[in-house]
């Protein structure tokens, strides 16, 4: 599977590496799934959310990959961070 230059640079980052990946290691979007769903989480009310933040984020998802989508909304729900083109940074 071929990754993005950006998604790369979004993967490396602690809170991935905690996860076990990396600058070497990508993710790819069933494992960043994966992360959000081990918490027991009801699957359509997470599939909800995400959508919905997803909507309400529309012009910066343009041109997004799944992945990158997926790692988004991970780190915005989980960690309370956005990617600003360049780093992650708390909102």
């Not at 960043?32 to 027991?40: D, E």
């Given at each position: 599977?071929?990754?993005?230059?950006?998604?790369?640079?979004?993967?490396?980052?602690?809170?991935?590496?905690?996860?076990?990946?990396?600058?070497?290691?990508?993710?790819?979007?069933?494992?960043?799934?994966?992360?959000?769903?081990?918490?027991?989480?009801?699957?359509?009310?997470?599939?909800?959310?995400m959508?919905?933040?997803?909507?309400?984020?529309?012009?910066?998802?343009k041109?997004?990959?799944?992945?990158?989508?997926?790692?988004?909304?991970?780190?915005?729900?989980?960690?309370?961070?956005?990617?600003?083109?360049?780093k992650?940074?708390?909102?």
């Amino acid at each position: 599977m071929t990754f993005s230059e950006e998604y790369k640079k979004m993967c490396d980052c602690e809170e991935v590496q905690c996860c076990g990946f990396g600058p070497c290691k990508i993710p790819n979007q069933s494992e960043v799934q994966n992360w959000i769903f081990q918490y027991g989480s009801c699957q359509y009310k997470l599939l909800s959310d995400m959508y919905e933040w997803a909507t309400e984020n529309r012009p910066c998802m343009k041109g997004r990959s799944m992945e990158e989508m997926w790692l988004m909304f991970y780190m915005w729900r989980d960690h309370s961070k956005v990617w600003d083109g360049q780093k992650w940074v708390k909102e």
